[in-house]
């Protein structure tokens, strides 16, 4: 092997050596982000598999839908949406507010009279109502 060879060889060494210094950093960084991102979904997904709402009873006198938290995660209750025949509806009140434990209720004043009711919690989990 001749001196250009082996300087060749050298210089190829080299470049390897700072291609890998630079890759694995980079690399180990992605890893760590992905990693992430898949506890932060196995937390959600965990989250929502937990989480179970029925609507259980309809006054139609008194406007009021009542709600039962039949998961096993506590809810926020100021943190449900309502869809009424299908549109997104904000003109509702809640009773109690706030805190929401499981095996408990709570009650949805609604200004409609008739129609499909969807009742949709934080995390994403619902039920449906035929307002009758």
Do not use: C
């Amino acid at each position: 092997m001749g001196f250009s060879t082996s300087a060749v060889v050298v210089i190829f060494l080299a470049f390897l050596l700072h291609m890998a210094s630079t890759f694995y950093p980079m690399a180990d960084m992605s890893n760590k982000q992905v990693q992430e991102a898949k506890k932060n979904s196995n937390e959600l997904w965990n989250e929502k598999l937990n989480t179970k709402i029925v609507i259980t009873n309809w006054d139609n006198n008194s406007k009021i839908l009542t709600v039962f938290n039949n998961g096993s995660m506590t809810l926020n209750s100021s943190k449900i949406n309502l869809i009424l025949r299908g549109e997104f509806n904000s003109s509702y009140s809640i009773n109690p507010q706030g805190i929401w434990p499981p095996k408990t209720f709570i009650n949805v004043n609604i200004a409609a009279g008739s129609g499909r009711v969807k009742i949709i919690t934080e995390n994403g989990a619902a039920d449906y109502y035929l307002l009758t």
